[in-house]
């Protein structure tokens, strides 16, 4: 059968707090009963999932074509659309990812840790779901699928938000998992998509700490600090992507202009694209004016420092902002820096805490700069795209975290889970 899906405008939802409060309960209704589900269950859900994202490419790309369309309206440049777009072989790639993540263990009900106390008590750390989790997120449609099947995997609810220039796409890929959701027998409510794109939901939903387990936003900046500033419960922070690589004195030179090359223009528009690049003054009049060229092939803007803008043909000035900024764009920073420190202290200035590499063949270089660089993830001799759940073998992610607790880096099916004690006793009393 097909779900209907009734995705309402603002006009037509008068109460607000009583619509998000609607929402949040059937989503704590619907975690119950995925706590009682079984993993076969839950992966028959994605299983099928997949078989109807196969089967109705052509209605969600129809869906998609009307947000590309509307892209303008909203501003979108270059980068952002790329985001939004999809294609039949994107499509593949997300029933694909739904596929991957059924080969993934089921984290709920693993036993984190155990002992046997004097007493013959039997503890048991055992991972648990968190419950219903609001997530907000904008332009990248996939994104509405990737939550989904991470959410119920680890037997949690979901409200998806997404961005207003996603919505058609949004709506396609909801009216598939509603529909998997009903064939497998699981709770249809367990993932719901918010029938408004007003702004004023969102805070509504932020105020259900009794409802709401967790919130996850992952976005820009200004949505970041409204869910932090907002949220009356926990909250996994997906903060800015200013992604650095830096080009060591003993670095392989081919090597780094590929990788380079990779973490800026693969997909420049993603947050773990690299947007500053640091070059030890040792290379840099050799490496450079080769990297030029090949940002130059790529229709890179380049903002460089002092020292790097004489060596870098087609380079413009950067100014102190251009070092903090998260371009998200077909731009860099570059800065030549006299040595490994220098590198450290300019990341520890103006990182976002996402991801850094360093390109060195230097075993003690490397060393350092991993143990002193605190980002989500320090990479080595590898581009910084490879933060990503799935090149990390969690499978789809729901987000990368910049924060400490609870969760770091790619959020896959652990990040979304808890744990409790269960106590196993015979009898035993307390003396």
């Known amino acids: 059968?097909?779900?209907?899906?009734?995705?309402?405008?603002?006009?037509?939802?008068?109460?607000?707090?009583?619509y998000t409060r609607e929402v949040a309960e059937r989503a704590q209704q619907a975690a119950r009963g995925l706590a009682l589900a079984s993993g076969g269950q839950k992966d028959d859900w994605l299983?099928?999932?997949?078989?109807?994202?196969?089967?109705?490419?052509?209605?969600?790309?129809?869906?998609?074509?009307?947000?590309?369309?509307?892209?303008?309206?909203?501003?979108?440049?270059?980068?952002?659309?790329?985001r939004l777009r999809l294609t039949p072989e994107r499509l593949e790639g997300i029933a694909t990812a739904l596929e991957e993540v059924v080969a993934l263990p089921n984290p709920v009900g693993e036993v984190i840790d155990s002992n046997i106390r004097p007493n013959g008590l039997e503890v048991l750390k055992v991972r648990v779901p968190l419950g219903v989790v609001f997530f907000i997120y904008e332009s990248r449609p996939n994104v509405t699928v990737d939550a989904a099947a991470l959410c119920v995997k680890s037997g949690n609810a979901v409200i998806l938000r997404g961005g207003k220039e996603a919505f058609h796409s949004n709506q396609a890929f909801y009216a598939i998992l509603q529909e998997a959701l009903s064939d497998v027998g699981l709770p249809e409510q367990a993932v719901q998509l918010v029938e408004t794109t007003d702004r004023d939901a969102v805070g509504h939903f932020l105020r259900q700490s009794d409802k709401i387990s967790v919130t996850i936003p992952r976005g820009g900046k200004a949505l970041i600090e409204r869910v932090a500033a907002e949220a009356t419960m926990p909250v996994i922070k997906h903060y800015d992507g200013n992604c650095h690589v830096y080009v060591d004195t003993a670095a392989d030179l081919d090597a780094a202009l590929r990788i380079v090359i990779n973490s800026k223009c693969h997909r420049p528009g993603v947050c773990n694209a690299a947007e500053s690049l640091l070059v030890h003054r040792e290379v840099a009049e050799t490496f450079l004016p080769k990297m030029a060229a090949k940002f130059a092939e790529q229709g890179v803007e380049m903002r460089c420092?002092?020292?790097?803008?004489?060596?870098?043909?087609?380079?413009?000035?950067?100014?102190?902002?251009?070092?903090?900024?998260?371009?998200?764009?077909?731009?860099?920073s570059i800065k030549v820096v006299d040595d490994l420190q220098a590198a450290i202290d300019h990341i520890e200035e103006f990182s976002s805490r996402h991801t850094e590499a360093i390109v060195t063949n230097d075993l003690a270089a490397s060393r350092r700069f991993c143990a002193a660089v605190d980002s989500a993830a320090v990479i080595v001799n590898a581009s910084t795209r490879f933060n990503d759940g799935g090149q990390f073998g969690l499978g789809a992610e729901i987000g990368i975290s910049t924060d400490k607790f609870h969760a770091r880096g790619p959020c896959g099916l652990r990040e979304l889970t808890s744990y409790k004690y269960l106590v196993q006793g015979a009898g035993q009393i307390r003396e």
């Open 1 to 18: 059968m097909e779900t209907a899906v009734n995705v309402a405008t603002t006009a037509t939802i008068p109460d607000l707090k009583s």
């Open 305 to 332: 420092c002092e020292r790097s803008l004489p060596l870098m043909p087609g380079a413009v000035p950067a100014t102190r902002e251009d070092f903090a900024d998260e371009f998200l764009d077909l731009i860099i």
């Open 47 to 82: 299983r099928r999932s997949a078989e109807l994202i196969r089967a109705r490419g052509d209605e969600i790309l129809a869906a998609n074509e009307q947000d590309i369309a509307q892209a303008p309206e909203y501003g979108l440049n270059a980068a952002a659309v790329d």
